[in-house]
């Protein structure tokens, strides 16, 4: 195992946990953090494209991305209607579309705004999903959704980590992510189950306003771990595609703003959906 990576990783582990668990989610820090983490994985998808050939409009993406990341906090923390957020994701859409007049080679337009359209969903509009379990409760304090989510999945992806680099042995998927191992998996489970139930049981309202028992801590331990799996797996067949190992470089060990969001770009809106369906 690498010692340094563990280390750089609780190091930042404990930062983050620091600033989630004391800031309040409507403080304009908050706000600044999640439109930067947006940009900077945006921008990552956009060069992993470039490399495998996939034109694009980058800086119109982004800007579009990070609007859209603020206008969730925003209409979150003013309790203002949803149908404002939607409208502007369909001003984006339709932004997007109508740069198609602007080019004289049609396929070559049509390539553009399928690439633009890919990474605003796969980035911004499942990371808005964060950005809404994140102002769930009330914006003057901490958020314990988000928290909650960061917490299992991390958890979860340092525990598949541990178990698999030491007794891995049968590969999960050796064609998209060599290092997976099933024994990693149930490590992951494992790991995701018994911090999930700490919580729920340490923690007086571990989820704000929702009810929430140690029932829900273990489903939610095995379904998180298993879908931040999958799209854990999904950013490795995209960046198998154009042969590199990360999609950037922030930290060592850690790869870049993309590695570190891509379990939660799947996570965030299956707990937004779980939360709905059956906390309420």
């Excluded at 750089?8 to 989610?25: D, E, H, R």
Aim: a positive charge; glycine letters at 8%; hydrophobic letters at 55%.
């Amino acid at each position: 195992m690498d010692k340094k990576r563990i280390i750089l990783g609780l190091t930042i582990a404990v930062f983050l946990s620091s600033a989630v668990l004391f800031l309040p989610a409507g403080n304009v820090i908050v706000l600044l953090g999640l439109m930067l983490v947006c940009a900077l994985a945006m921008r990552e998808v956009f060069e992993l494209m470039a490399k495998g050939d996939l034109p694009a409009s980058k800086k119109m993406g982004i800007i579009s991305g990070v609007v859209f990341v603020a206008a969730t906090w925003l209409v979150a923390k003013c309790g203002l209607p949803e149908e404002i957020l939607w409208s502007i994701l369909l001003m984006t859409f339709l932004a997007i579309f109508l740069r198609l007049f602007g080019y004289s080679d049609a396929r070559q337009a049509l390539r553009n705004a399928s690439g633009t359209l890919f990474a605003f969903c796969y980035v911004a509009f499942l990371f808005s999903f964060f950005v809404r379990l994140y102002m769930m409760d009330d914006p003057s304090l901490p958020t314990k959704a988000a928290f909650y989510l960061l917490l299992v999945v991390k958890w979860g992806d340092a525990g598949a980590y541990f178990i698999g680099s030491r007794f891995g042995k049968h590969k999960m998927c050796p064609r998209i992510s060599p290092k997976k191992s099933w024994e990693g998996l149930f490590g992951g489970f494992l790991f995701s189950c018994v911090v999930g139930l700490l919580w729920c049981l340490c923690t007086k309202d571990p989820l704000g306003q929702y009810s929430f028992s140690w029932i829900h801590a273990v489903i939610l331990g095995f379904l998180l771990h298993t879908i931040g799996t999958l799209g854990d797996l999904v950013e490795s067949l995209f960046k198998r595609a154009v042969d590199i190992k990360d999609s950037g470089s922030i930290a060592y060990g850690m790869g870049g703003m993309l590695d570190m969001i891509d379990s939660l770009l799947f996570t965030a809106p299956f707990m937004y959906m779980y939360i709905h369906f059956f906390l309420r």
